[in-house]
């Protein structure tokens, strides 16, 4: 596993969004990041896949600003993660976690207009703008009919559109994704991806999205990262990524590589 | 109340958001139903007032409204209000419909040093204030202060240590509660007693004019950090990816709910119910945004409050029932109605 070169051919789309350098991070001794190195264009539509504990959602957590004592650097368009004011960071960047536990019986509305606060100047009320941003983003989550409905009472996939619409509210540039989908079933994780796609191909958003599910990512994403063990192991366009070797060596699992009869990339299916 | 609250709006397709005139739409009716009560208020009790006497300088009538019945009545409205939101905040910071002003042991802590005046025989007025609220609010700046950096020394202010830290506190200070209650005469056991029931039984305008900064300038505070309220509500991680300073919000939220909650009841005593039924109600008519819950429960706590004071001091007049006594009945069966609610129930 170490003899054999990686591959590595990022297909990045654009000119550098994110640029990181040897990042490290651990909790409390634990290394859970070993000196990563990667950059991220813009427009680029990025899974990370990796087994459970590979620190891919450390990953994404350390891009959206949420966790801050990392060593190495990390530079959004040039400037240090760091030194980027939260509010001036949630402007153009937008995280959807796994999944969103309210407590208090927030309509699907009220949420999508919070992703307006970092926009907003001090002042009690929501703009006219405001609105338009909300309902723009409802729209593309078709999540309209649900803005009067309590985020507790509504399923699953819903709340997820939700969530969804309630980031792109912000306006961002760049959407990380938590494995949004995992606890949606097919037919919503399609769904929600197909959504996200549109916004990669239509509004050039950076998308990087972190899953489990190969399959998935392969369908949607222009470039994978292969994360295991606190560390990248692959990267490059799902095909070159997506093969026996690699993935035996991602998930410690026999696979087999099918070609997709539509020619969007190729399944695997596990054999051991 | 009832018409009150079918006056409120409903959300409506195609419009959402809060303008200013949803804004007057949810909380107006929470400041009229507050100037009603204020209003009406000091003309019940076991003396009927009459316009004319009231007028008239030096009658009884007008000692009566301005000297007994205006400053219980202001000061009750005073400690209403901060109360509810007090809860507001706590119910928001811990993420926990059921926090109360009190969860976080400001009760044991004023309490602690409100019976250790007692004990000490302080029972004195110095400058308008009496010396046992004097040590009723250093009691609850010592266990704000102690529950915060308790907290704080795992690092940011993380909500299950806060509670945690709260929660412990709460036993130790009620055991030495417990201990000086023990150690004291017969007469001081019952001052304590009484002082730890809660009750609005003040004299003069001093316990009011002492407050009334302290209050505002915390609900005003807090109505201007509304929005970023909604954010620590929704979720830490939501509120940090959407730009707010999330300890720093914390941190103001703990520190202005607390002070609230320690400058009343350093003068009232501990008043149970008020920050837990209030929020709640106003939360099932009006919905859980923060910019309406804040300003609409300081009105209508200070209008609950009032209320139930006045049918502590007239109900079995002329003996008077601590309106700790009455909140608690009030509040004690909406408790239960809330912990058996179905749920998916609105709030």
Known sequence: MVNRQPVYNPTMTGAPVYRIEDLRFGYSHTPVLKGISAAIGLGDFVALVGPNGAGKSTFLKILAGLIRRYTGSVEFHGVPLGKIHSRDLARRVAFVPQETHMVFPFTASQLVLMGRAPHQAAGLFDTSVDLEHADEAMRLTDTLELANKPFTQLSGGERQRVVLASALAQDPQVLLLDEPTVYLDLKHQIHFYDIVERLNVEKQMTIVSVTHDVNLAARYARRMMAVRDGAFVADGNPESVMTPEHLYEIFEVDVAVLKRPDGRGNYIIPTS | ?347
């Not at chain 2, 003396?47 to 400053?71: E, F, Y």
């Not at chain 2, 010592?142 to 806060?162: C, D, K, M, N």
């Open chain 2, 1 to 347: 109340m009832a018409a009150a609250i079918t006056s409120f709006p409903r959300h409506r397709t195609g419009e959402s958001g809060l303008s200013p005139r949803r804004f007057i739409a949810a909380v107006g009716p929470c400041v009229l139903i507050f100037a009603a009560v204020l209003l009406i208020a000091p003309l019940v009790g076991d003396k009927g007032l009459s316009l004319r006497g009231v007028l008239s300088a030096g009658s009884t009538d007008r000692d009566i409204l301005m000297l007994v019945r205006l400053p219980r009545i202001l000061f009750g409205a005073l400690v209403g209000g901060a109360l509810a939101v007090a809860g507001v905040l706590f119910q928001a910071l811990l993420r926990n419909s059921l926090a109360t002003p009190f969860t976080l042991g400001i009760s044991s802590g004023s309490s602690l040093g409100a019976v250790i005046a007692i004990w000490l025989g302080l029972d004195i007025v110095f400058l308008g204030i009496p010396m046992i609220s004097v040590f009723a609010f250093a009691g609850a700046l010592l266990t704000i202060l102690l529950v915060f950096f308790i907290a704080r020394s795992s690092g940011g202010l993380p909500t299950f240590t806060l509670l945690l830290a709260g929660v412990t506190l709460n036993f130790v200070f009620g055991a030495l509660v417990l201990f000086f209650h023990y150690a004291s005469n017969f007469g001081q056991s019952s001052m304590m007693t009484t002082w730890m029931m809660g009750n609005l039984n003040i004299v003069g305008y001093s316990p009011w004019s002492r407050t009334v900064p302290i209050v505002l300038l915390a609900v005003a505070v807090m109505i201007a950090l509304s929005p970023k309220l909604n954010l620590i509500a929704a979720g830490e991680d939501w509120a940090s990816t959407r730009g707010a300073n999330v300890h720093r919000l914390k941190t103001v939220s703990y520190f202005m709910g607390s002070v609230l909650t320690g400058a009343v009841t350093a003068f009232s005593g501990p008043i149970g119910f008020v920050g837990l039924v209030v929020p709640h109600s106003l939360r099932m008519v009006a919905g859980p945004d923060h910019r309406i819950l804040v300003p609409g429960s300081f009105f209508l706590g200070g209008a609950f409050l009032v209320m139930c004071d006045t049918a502590a001091r007239t109900l079995l007049s002329p003996t008077e029932i601590p309106v700790g006594v009455i909140t608690a009945l009030l509040g004690g069966p909406f408790f239960i109605m809330l912990l058996k609610r179905k749920p998916g129930e609105l709030w």
